[in-house]
Each structure stands twice: as structure tokens, then as C-alpha cells.
């Protein structure tokens, strides 16, 4: 058989890459009522795709549906309680594309945490994000996937946090293995370092700035993330065919230094 035979032969992608993949899906987004989730919602309207955001305050979650438009519709959905996940996915015939950046925890040196507080960002990032894989499953796309969110911590740790540094490290790690047991779903990781945006919008001001200046000596790149920087970055993952059990470090060069 030629070369040229052979490549004939080799099976093509069914679409090429790009936004306009996501033209009449369905993407479902835990925590798009806001931050970078909202922003991940306007992109994907944008390219055409339906959106179901999920998050635990229905008027913030309704907010965003009316900028939305037609294209999005919302349930409430609490991912620290399975039982919620399993009734929010029962409403949803099919997901093409599933991100979960909906998660709350504390974070804090070994010796000053309580057992309940280090185990924070296991119970609400990592198994919050692991429930809404496992409850998606059965409607999950052959061609869709999955992007969970972890962090650049997993890969430098800012300071003194070693729980919340697992915790991303342990994502990471299950969205590997997620990608080989949900092939050919592709799963992939987010890891974004500091964003400036809703999450640092809720905290202190002293807390704010002296995280950011921190960054922006500690950063290739001098400066935190934009959430839509982030949100392409997702988008990115949602529909390059040809990407899975990997982790996009979004972190403008933080984890090199």
C-alpha cells in the first residue's frame, strides 16, 4: 500500500476544529452565573451552542440567563450534594461539553487549619467536580468532553497551603485518568494561576492587592489573568478534537519561575 493509500485510509475527524464546533450543542456550565463560568457562557452563545448554567443562587444564575438570551437556560444545582448533581443532570437529555468551576474552600498552612477546613478544597473542588463528571456520564457525547478546573498551585505553590496544592495536583491527575476511562470523551484540565475577577472581587482589598503585586513579580508575564483569557482557554479545550488528559496552565508563564 502507498503512503498516500494509507493516509486515505487512516479515519478523518468528523468536523474540523474550531468555534464553530459548537453550533447547536449543549454546554453545561456549574458556576456560569459567574466569573469566569459566565464568560465561558457568553462564548459559547456567541459560537451558537446552548448553555444550562448550574450554581446554588438562583437570582445570579437568573441574571445571567436574561443577558444570555434564549440560548440559555439555568436549574439550581448544588455540587456538595450528590443527590442535587443527579437531579440537576436528570433534566438535561444530552451534554456535549461539561465545565465545573463552581467550588468554595479555605486554604491556610498545615499547622493552623482545622482537619474540616484542609479538607475544604477536596470535598467542594475535587469531589464536587468528580460527582458532576460521574453524573454527566451517561449523557455525555462520544465527541464532547469535559474540562475541569485546577490550578497553578498544583504545580507552585504560592505559600504556605499544602492541602489546596494536593487538591489542584489530585484534579490533574483525575482528569487523566477520566480521559481514559470516558474515551472517547476527551477530559482535559484548566490550571489557571491568579485571575483578576469575581473570585478576588469578594475578598479583602489588602488580601487583593498584595496577591496581585505578588503575581506580577512572580509571573512571566508580570500581571494576573483576565477571566476571558481563562474562559478561552476553555473554549479552546471544548473544541480541539485532538486534545485529552491533558492540563492547559493558563498561568502567563507563573509555574517557570
Known sequence: MSQATAAAALPRPA???GAEDLRDRTVVLIGGGSGIGLRVA???VAAGARV???GRTSARLEAAADELGAAATWRVVDTGDTASLAAFFDGIERVDHLFTSAASYHVGPMRELSDQDAASPFDSKFWGQYHAVRCAAPKLAEDGSVVLMSGAASAR???PAPAYVACNAAIE????GLAVELAPVRVNAVAP???DGHLWSNRPEAAREAAFAQYRRDALLGRPAAEDEIAQAVVFLFTNGFTTGSTLYTDGGYTLR
Do not use: D, M, W
Open 173 to 176: 491527575g483525575l482528569g487523566r
Open 15 to 17: 468536523v474540523e476544529g
Open 193 to 195: 494561576g491568579t485571575v
Open 42 to 44: 457568553r462564548r459559547v
Open 157 to 159: 505553590p504560592a505559600g
Open 52 to 54: 444550562v448554567l448550574g
